[in-house]
């Protein structure tokens, strides 16, 4: 021991450990202190109890020897960082040369273990920038993975470990499998196994028995657990193509057999899998259940799942059958039944072939999915409304060619929404006025708008409206209203989520109470006695014959609210209604229809059935005079 050191001892000024330690923190000596890092020591001066230290962020650094013996930790010769410091030169060198004893060197410095980000923070600085580090590790990674003595895990935020001795990674990788206790720790395991399969030089029996446990956890958990039994499947079948030694044990286990026994469970299946099985899933819907296939590929469209809605219409597109998924999506907007997800996919999509759907009647759809949306905390409706306020072009795209008069119906719809607030709403309806100018009214109120026009209605269909109405005021209004107050009684409610989900349903509710006053107020029922078959009227039957085709179709105009496009019957507001109104037998007519523009000859005119529902006698029938087209 240094001779001042033990005089130092002997007068009582510092302990024999302290001394013991701080004879190996002599001058030139690396060490490390848990605040300031690696340093280096400059110099004792022992007469005034103090050692100097040089830190990269200060030099000569004074530390009073207790402390300095207590906080500092030597750091030998051999360490990374005192051959960094020693010979930066050859390190930059050596990284280039021969990595893996750099990530040697690394490893026994730091206790034979360590996290990429302690790995990379020895590295970044002064031997690599940012991008040259990841570019590195990349690829020392697999030198690291070939050499046998690291084990690297497959989570980032564990240590890579410096073996002992050489372990093969075949054998590692089996090793591993065998040890995986959890479905996703298996599927991790059979990854890896598959991206090295051409390691294995003798894979009949070293991966035999691994498709063998395969098939049994397969057939084991299919009821409980079946997004793991179709991964396993999956992986099952990559094995034995890469390596066509192995043989499966059970040839009823099949995708195709898999996916046709959870046809009615796949879409709580699908958004379990990885992104690429899924894809692999629906691409095999066509072969596995046959020519209904698209069914269950159309439910799964209207799935809340992004990626099955992204993937399903390339499904189609290659099974030849976008002309029934474009039906689905037309049928869907009309009814205003198409999901949020499918929304934003088509609005995404729509400067392709799904073009023609993108029109006025989307607006309303996006609408009705917002607003069911609101009563659902799983919905992921955010994406939709967010689209259609970021997007700037969606709106105009929709209204392209519009008449005034429907841009105007989506306004007021526009208005009445409980979606968006006042001033949102003030924005989305400037982008339809910057379109139709003359409608700046319809929210200014500078003009009095025009007085609704009389809705000429069959009986019937009065009936069923009244119907809705009043069981609107005498049923759900009330129960709405009770729900709001028990809601209340919970108190707080700035966090009552039933609070605000029943006020949010209150206004759907008040909405759909106005739109029926309004509708019912102009309502004049009939039963389309004595129409006027001199010409096409309300209440007749036409009988039209294709000009080019010879073939004939026959269409029976009833009122606003009567439609059966199946039964060939049509309200007189439809625009092949309106285009009949006022011709007589003999006339040719120009009919416009899904795009599609033909002529016909009116054959003959007869009086359509009477309705037979009795009238209410608290309204007024009136006759069913023609109303012209505007």
Sequence with gaps: MDAELEKLVESGKLTARAADQLEKLRPGTFCLHKSWGFGRVAEWNLLLNQILIDFPGKKAHGMQLTYAADNLTVIPPEHFLAKKAN?????????????????????????????????????????????????????????LNKEGY???????????????????????LITFFDHARQPKEQAAALDQIIKFH???????????????TIEEAAARNQRLNPALVFELVMARDDLIER???????????????LIAEEETRLITILPKLPASKERRVLAALPASLGPGWTVRGLQLMQSNHARAVLQIPRVFAEAGMQGELRAFLHRGIREHSVTSEAL??????????????????????????????????????SKLRDLLLDDRELIPDMFAGAEPSVARDAMRRLM????????????????????????????????????????????????????????????KIPENSKEIGVARSYGDLRENFEFKAAKEMQAVLMRRKSELEAALHNARGTAFESPDT???????????????????????????WDGDPERGIISYQTAIGQALLGHKIGEVVTLTNDNDTRRFAILSISPAPVDVTAPDPSLTEVPAEPVAAE
């Design 87 to 143: 010979d930066l030169k050859s390190i930059r060198e050596l990284v280039k040369k021969d990595p893996t004893a750099v990530m040697r060197n690394v490893l026994e410095s730091l206790g034979g273990s360590a996290t990429v980000t302690q790995i990379s923070q020895l590295m970044l600085g002064d031997i690599f920038t940012e991008p040259e580090w990841k570019r590195w590790w990349d690829s020392t990674k697999k030198l």
């Design 150 to 172: 690291f084990l690297i895990p497959t989570k980032k935020s564990e240590p890579i470990q410096l073996r002992g001795e050489k372990v093969s990674r075949p054998n590692e």
């Design 198 to 212: 051409h390691e294995f030089d003798k894979p009949e029996t070293q991966l035999q028995p691994i498709v063998n």
């Design 243 to 257: 390596c066509p030694q192995l043989k499966t044990t059970n040839s009823n286990l099949t995708l195709n057999r």
């Design 344 to 381: 934003v996919w088509l609005c995404k999509e729509r400067e392709g072939e799904w073009r023609e759907l993108i029109t006025p009647d989307l607006l309303g759809a996006i609408l009705s999915a917002l607003e069911r949306d609101q009563h659902n905390e799983n919905s992921r409706g």
């Design 416 to 475: 009445l929404t409980p979606v968006f607030d006042e001033l949102t709403k003030r924005s989305l309806l400037a982008r339809i006025i910057k379109l139709y100018p003359e409608l700046e009214s319809v929210i200014t109120g500078e003009q009095k708008e025009e007085k609704s026009a009389a809705l000429v209605v069959s009986w019937s269909s009065l009936d069923k409206r009244k119907a809705e109405y009043e069981e609107l005021v005498n049923k």
């Design 534 to 560: 001199s010409q096409v009227s309300i209440g007749t039957i036409v009988t039209l014959r294709d000009s080019d085709s010879g073939k004939e179709e026959v269409y029976t105009v009833l009122g606003a």
